[in-house]
Nanobody
Framework: QVQLVESGGGLVQAGGSLRLSCAAS????????MGWYRQAPGKQRELVAT???????NYADFVKDRFTISRDNAKNTVYLQMNSLKSEDTAVYYC?????????????????WGQGTQVTVSL
């Protein structure tokens, strides 16, 4: 059993900052990539950022130089520091983790998703 729990969303004014957290727990052998997606009303879910187990990061162009993804491997937690927020950043943010379960072969990884946390940026 694996569960991802997100926190840190809320209401913030344009130009402000928020930090999202997502902690994975359960029968985990290891976690490969962790990342964040978001989905705004009327739009498809889109990739925000990813981070590998070794710390390599990748960002969508629309958040580059504003958002920072990081992780604490000891805590199985990924973070998204969001600065200089814009109204168009308003969305539900979902974390995802590619996880190898204990007792399964290494190729049997699976993507687990958090429940989502609402980020609303006011004008």
């Amino acid at each position: 059993q694996v569960q991802l729990v997100e926190s840190g969303g809320g209401l913030v004014q344009a130009g402000g900052s928020l930090r999202l957290s997502c902690a994975a727990s359960g029968s985990i052998f290891s976690i490969n990539v962790m990342g964040w997606y978001r989905q705004a009303p009327g739009k498809q879910r889109e990739l925000v950022a990813t981070i590998s187990s070794g710390g390599s990061t990748n960002y969508a162009d629309f958040v580059k130089d504003r958002f920072t993804i990081s992780r604490d491997n000891a805590k199985n937690t990924v973070y998204l520091q969001m600065n200089s927020l814009k109204s168009e950043d308003t969305a539900v943010y979902y974390c995802v983790a590619e996880i190898r379960r204990r007792g399964l072969p290494p190729q049997f990884t699976h993507d687990y998703w958090g429940q989502g946390t609402q980020v609303t940026v006011s004008l």
